[in-house]
């Protein structure tokens, strides 16, 4: 089961794309995450517990089951048995912060229970999804606790129309040095503007931009031909390409096998990893 609930309270407006919920198992039971930049909010409703893997064959990272996922600019590995009852938040590029109230460097490349950033108010995010009556009735009740968190703060490192702007242009490709000439800016007021709206460098959210652009060309139903996918996506060439995709996949693309066409971001892992014994508790 599927579904999602777009943000449609006017404080969510360009802040928020949507709140989902996902129920499900899975054959497999871990899974290589890519980074795409953007950061997401995550409850588990199955169990107060959600666990990350940093790499293959280590062993797993256990949070609270209200986590935020930071950007991340490296991939890291999920167990699908805390997919199996959980929410997510999905944020517009440049816009988390406005919400999660932090610089979101902070948050690159980890995982942090939500109450590490908000207090002990991050725990009514929780309760109110678990006492909904219904699936699309907790994800409203997690956008209303996101849209009055809003209201309550000014964007706290630039306008959120100025992060947005800035997002959008990284993740499209503009050059960096071309950005910051045209708004006005010096090359360091743009990387420190940038590493607190988005969590990573200029330069490294293109890079993850270009990259999340080969891998939804790659996922067309005629199959790879990475040598187009390079051409059209804005590499220099394939082994360009290959090097992104050693550095963000951790692999060559020519083993690269999404979970599912819609879900890039997704790969099976086959690697192993240590023993956790699941909670059952809520």
């Avoid at 949070?63 to 996922?69: C, D, E, I, P």
């Avoid at 931009?209 to 060309?217: D, E, K, S």
Wanted: proline share 6%; aromatic share 8%; hydrophobic share 40%.
């Amino acid at each position: 089961m599927f579904i999602a609930r777009s943000a449609t309270h006017p404080a969510l407006a360009g802040v928020v794309t949507a709140a989902w919920y996902f129920e499900g198992t899975f054959a497999h039971r871990h899974e290589r995450l890519l980074p795409s930049g953007e950061p997401q909010l995550l409850i588990n409703l199955a169990a107060d517990e959600l666990r990350w893997y940093p790499k293959a064959r280590a062993s797993s990272r256990r949070l609270s089951g209200t986590v935020v996922a930071g950007p991340y600019a490296k991939p890291f590995f999920i167990d699908t048995f805390d997919q199996r009852s959980i929410i997510g938040v999905s944020f517009e590029p440049g816009a988390a912060s406005a919400v999660l109230g932090v610089p979101l460097v902070e948050l690159q490349n980890t995982h942090e229970d939500l109450a590490s950033v908000w207090g002990e108010s991050a725990h009514e995010l929780r309760e109110r999804a678990l006492a909904a009556p219904d699936r699309v009735a907790a994800l409203d009740a997690v956008l209303g606790v996101l849209a009055r968190r809003r209201m309550e703060r000014a964007h706290p490192f630039a306008p959120l129309q100025t992060m947005r702007h800035i997002a959008h242009e990284l993740g499209a490709g503009q050059p960096v040095t071309k950005l910051a000439t045209k708004m006005g800016w010096t090359h360091g007021r743009l990387l420190t503007t940038a590493r607190a709206g988005v969590g990573l460098t200029p330069k490294m959210y293109a890079r993850l931009g270009r990259f999340q652009r080969a891998l939804r060309c790659a996922c067309l139903p005629s199959g790879p031909n990475w040598a187009q996918v390079a051409a059209q996506t804005g590499y220099f060439d394939q082994a360009h390409l290959h090097r992104d995709f050693r550095a963000f996949y951790g692999k060559a693309p020519g083993s690269y096998r999404p979970r599912a066409a819609g879900d890039v971001n997704h790969v099976v892992a086959t690697e192993n990893f240590s023993k956790t014994t699941p909670s059952s508790s809520t």
